[in-house]
Every structure is written in C-alpha cells, then in structure tokens.
C-alpha cells in the first residue's frame, strides 16, 4: 500500500497513499466516523495491531489486505476473532488478476474494483447511510 502512486499505477491509480487516506478521513469525518488508518508491509505487525485492540474499541473492521490478500498467515485466523464486523476492500478487483482472498471467508462483505471509492462506500455500510 505505501508504493500506491508509485508502481502500478495502471491498475491501482496514480493517488498516493497519504492522499487516499485523506480522502478516508475526510469522508469518515463527513459520516461522524472517527477512524484510526493503520498500514504496515509486515503481516505479523497487523496482527500484532489487531490483536491488542481491546474489547469495545472499535466497531468495524475495514481492511485492505494489499500483499496479505492470500496469505497463509495469521491474518485470517486474527480477523475472525474480531467481535466487530470486517469488511475487506480493493481498489481493483484480486479476482479478475487471478488473486483468491484468503481473508473474505472471515469478513461480512468486500468492496472491489470501484477505486478508493470503495473505501466510502465501506464507511457507510458502517454507518448504516
């Protein structure tokens, strides 16, 4: 996720990182969702993140897997333990590339192949808008 804008940017899009996560919080912002975006190239620090979460502190899940999205780590396993929903977003669609989710069985939905839209339209799924 960190080289968003950088590499392959005919199939992810030119936005960087640092601006799509300001579209997020904007959005979020806009829908009365606080938001905390965490990203990091390690799946163990994911799940070392998730797994501290304590009960009741958050409501949902939203979560780009990027590189994690067929793993065989932990990762699944984690985000099924979650008392709150997930749901799994992609700017592009892992399928139509041949890329199966490892993590979709465990998430309540996903949103893929609608850009970093899909992000907003996950924020309000949770907001119920």
């Not at 919080?25 to 009365?32: D, I, K, V, Y």
């Amino acid at each position: 996720m960190d080289q968003r804008g950088k590499s392959q940017v005919e199939i992810f899009g030119p936005e960087t990182l640092e601006q799509i996560n300001a579209r997020i919080l904007q959005h979020a912002e806009s829908l009365g969702i606080e938001v905390e975006i965490y990203q990091s190239n390690d799946e163990d620090e994911v799940v070392a993140k998730l797994q501290q979460l304590e009960a009741g502190e958050i409501d949902a899940l939203i979560i780009n897997p990027g590189g994690f999205t067929a793993t065989e780590g932990m990762l699944p396993q984690t985000v099924s333990e979650l008392a709150v929903p997930a749901f799994e977003v992609h700017a592009s669609n892992p399928t139509a590339r041949g890329v199966q989710s490892t993590l979709l069985p465990v998430c309540k939905g996903a949103i893929c192949g609608f850009g970093y839209a899909g992000y907003a339209m996950a924020l309000q799924a949770i907001s119920g808008t």
